[in-house]
């Protein structure tokens, strides 16, 4: 193209579509969409496939010139075929729920306007809908009517974001300037030993260190043992660090247990700590009223985090951070440094508002409508109603194992996941009469087949289980997260590890 523009009012390299193209495209696409969402509970769960050759046949090339929309279509429909459905009923693997159709085309109104959700300056209705759903969540599961926070990318995002909070919150020096090598005496979070992950990884990027992370051995129903937790934080002090957080869960990611909120509670005031409640995949179940007491005391923490992604059925990505203290996480995230990001509103108004003062990302994704728009199209009580039966689901599988001969419950069931193992005929009388030394190798031998029929049923693509060890032992782990999910899915899944065991000592 020439480097002198021609005043002529048009452009050579329009990107834009005409409204017949776009017509085209939209309803092809919706059509795929669709079918997808009429197709999947038929699908294999997993695809019949290695790494490499998932899409080997799939052009890789740079494109350098458009391709037919027909050719790009059948295209994804391969993809398709080369992805675990986490909408199918019978998978129970990790933490994975089916989007609901309301979600997923909002993330296309989302797209469509991409609008960038920095600040009401950017977006003024968009903040304010964040603003609004971020307070639907918190007076749903009890937290708060006037909680504050922000969407995420996820959990993982969300914890970073109140452990960079609760050590700002707690400590008077000024390590956003000074640096953490320059302040005080190392500072310690506690958790109990079946915390997630992103815990720690949030202790690592914050330089605070993974060890710095107290992890206290939970009690036989996987709970934070606060006696223990105690006893930590007093030893922690004795010896010159400064404890300033205690992490509880409400819903760990192995079992779903929940930790003793309002005790936690009791402690975190005595030791001045802040509280958090990790609630990533668990905080949504406060909306079955048979678990509302298990979420005693959440109204006490100082942050908490919930994935609507997760249990609420709308699509990634969707993690929230509630938290209490508006004023915290400010100075824990504002800068004064970039001009460009100056509000000229007048301070404390609705139109000074900043998603950026209160977390990491500057850019930020219209997410609130997927979850606006999946609440406002369902409403609060059939949302629930879904949760409630995953939980019933959830105690269905369990009662089946504990009823079983060949099967072992291997952690009381809290909420909607079931963890389990498989046993050939005769373990159950062996393990009942075996010493503590022989107990030990029946427990690897199980450990070994319960891996090996993980990895079949994953491959068979009937059914998909994730695992957990549990003190030490491989455990099959079933989460229901899925509102296509049915008590003939559960039958048929036992059935399947069945099949699986016959087919391993064949
Ligand atoms: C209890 C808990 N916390 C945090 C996370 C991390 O969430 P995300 O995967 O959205 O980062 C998970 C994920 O399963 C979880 O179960």
């Not at 051995?217 to 957080?245: H, M």
């Not at 369990?398 to 001969?405: F, H, L, P, S, W």
Request: include cysteine.
């Amino acid at each position: 193209m020439s480097e002198t523009v021609k005043a002529t009012g048009a452009r050579q390299s329009d990107l834009g579509l005409s409204r017949a193209e776009i017509d085209l495209l939209s309803s092809q696409v919706t059509s795929l969409v669709n079918e997808y969402f009429a197709a999947v509970s038929d699908l294999p769960v997993f695809p019949q496939t290695f790494g490499g050759p998932t899409i080997a046949h799939l052009e890789s090339r740079l494109p350098v010139a458009g391709e037919p929309l027909e050719k790009l279509l059948t295209d994804c429909r391969e993809i398709i075929k080369g992805i675990r459905h986490n909408g199918h009923p019978r998978q129970f693997g990790y933490v994975a729920s089916p989007a609901t159709p309301p979600g997923a085309f909002a993330d296309l109104i989302a797209s469509a306007l991409n609008v960038n959700v920095t600040a009401w300056r950017s977006a003024p209705a968009a903040t304010e809908i964040e603003r609004t759903v971020v307070r639907w969540l918190g007076s749903m599961i009890g937290y708060s009517e006037k909680a504050h926070g922000l969407l995420t990318s996820g959990g993982s995002m969300a914890n970073l974001i109140a452990m960079h909070i609760a050590h700002r919150a707690k400590t008077k020096d000024d390590i956003s300037r000074q640096g953490l090598w320059n302040c005080g005496p190392p500072m310690t979070i506690y958790a109990s030993d079946q915390v997630h992950m992103s815990i720690q990884k949030a202790a690592d990027i914050l330089g605070i260190g993974r060890n710095r992370v107290r992890t206290i051995e939970s009690d036989a129903r996987f709970q934070l043992n606060v006696r223990a937790l105690r006893e930590q934080v007093q030893e922690d002090l004795r010896i010159g660090l400064k404890p300033f957080c205690v992490v509880a869960s409400a819903g760990t990611v192995n079992t779903g247990a929940l930790d003793p909120l309002n005790e936690i509670s009791d402690l975190a005031a005595e030791f001045d700590l802040w509280f958090h409640i990790d609630g990533a995949y668990g905080a949504p179940a406060a909306l079955d009223e048979r678990k509302r007491s298990l979420f005693a005391g959440l109204n006490r923490a100082d942050s908490v985090s919930l994935d609507a992604h997760k249990w609420l059925y709308v699509p990634i990505d969707a993690g929230c951070l509630l938290f209490r203290d508006q004023a915290a996480a400010r100075q824990a995230f504002a800068s004064e440094e970039a001009d460009y990001i100056k509000v000229l509103e007048q301070p404390d108004t609705d139109e000074a508002f900043a998603f950026w003062d209160y977390g990491i990302e500057l850019s930020r994704r219209f997410r609130a409508l997927k979850i606006w728009l999946t609440f406002r199209y369902y409403g609060l009580t059939r949302i629930a109603a879904a949760i409630s039966e995953d939980n019933s689901l959830a105690a269905y599988l369990g009662q089946c194992v504990e009823e079983a001969d060949d099967f072992e419950l291997l952690a009381p069931v809290e909420l909607s996941i079931c963890c389990f193992r498989y046993l050939p005929k005769g373990s159950k009388t062996k393990l009942s009469s075996a010493s503590a030394g022989e107990r030990a190798g029946i427990d690897e031998e199980l450990d070994a087949l319960n891996t090996r029929l993980m990895l079949a049923v994953q491959r068979g693509g009937q059914a998909y289980l994730s695992n957990a060890t549990l003190r030490g032992r491989f455990a099959l782990r079933a989460c229901i997260t899925n509102f296509r999910t049915t008590a003939a899915d559960i039958d048929k899944t036992l059935e399947i590890i069945r099949e699986a065991a016959r087919q391993a000592k064949g």
